[in-house]
């Protein structure tokens, strides 16, 4: 049984790929997971660039 993993992407990646990773790990659109966590962090006052930032120090690179 081979255990899925969530890593930042090193192929999709803009900044530091935690938007490449997710869109890599659920198998969607790169472009449409940056789209909707832009929007996200938009209506959330800003705390989506926390958890990006956050995902960036925890999530290892592939």
């Not at 049984?1 to 192929?11: A, D, I, L, Q």
């Amino acid at each position: 049984m081979s255990e899925r993993r969530f890593f930042r992407s090193t192929s999709n990646r803009m900044i530091a790929g935690v938007c490449g990773g997710i869109a890599e790990y659920f198998n969607w659109d790169p472009s449409m997971v940056r789209i909707v966590y832009s929007l996200l962090t938009l209506f959330t006052a800003f705390a989506g660039g926390i958890v990006y930032v956050i995902l960036w120090i925890v999530v290892p690179q592939r």
